[in-house]
């Protein structure tokens, strides 16, 4: 069964910091480009950033450039995200989202999310 879960969200006090976490199951990420995804009460889903298959290339939405980070393990199936510095604002569903585009097909996979919460 493919799956991504995500995992490490919380409730974390303005300029905190937080790591979340997306486990890939029943398929390998290591051909697939990662992106993390954020919805907001209210808001439509934006893209976090990117990061390619081997790593190579990565970017990031202009509002959370120099405070979160993406990495990938693919030997572990794994990608993270880094957050820093974190902003009430930044409060939303984080999602992780690969895919893989080949000459016959398009591979997709969703996470379910898991909540962010900035707060003091």
């Known amino acids: 069964q493919v799956q991504l879960v995500e995992s490490g969200g919380g409730l974390v006090q303005p300029g905190g910091t937080l790591r979340v976490t997306c486990a890939a199951s029943?398929?390998?990420?290591?051909?697939?480009?990662m992106r993390w995804y954020r919805q907001a009460p209210g808001k439509e889903r934006e893209l976090v950033g990117t990061i390619t298959s081997t790593g190579g290339s990565i970017g990031y939405t202009d509002s959370v450039k120099g405070r979160f980070t993406i990495s990938r393990d693919n030997a572990k199936n794994t990608v993270y995200l880094q957050m820093n510095s974190l902003k009430p604002e930044d409060t939303a569903v984080y999602y992780c989202?690969?895919?893989?585009?080949?000459?016959?097909?398009?591979?997709?996979?969703w996470g379910q999310g898991t909540q962010v919460t900035v707060s003091s």
């Open positions: 029943g398929f390998t990420i290591s051909t697939y480009t």
């Open positions: 989202h690969a895919r893989r585009v080949s000459a016959d097909r398009t591979n997709e996979y």
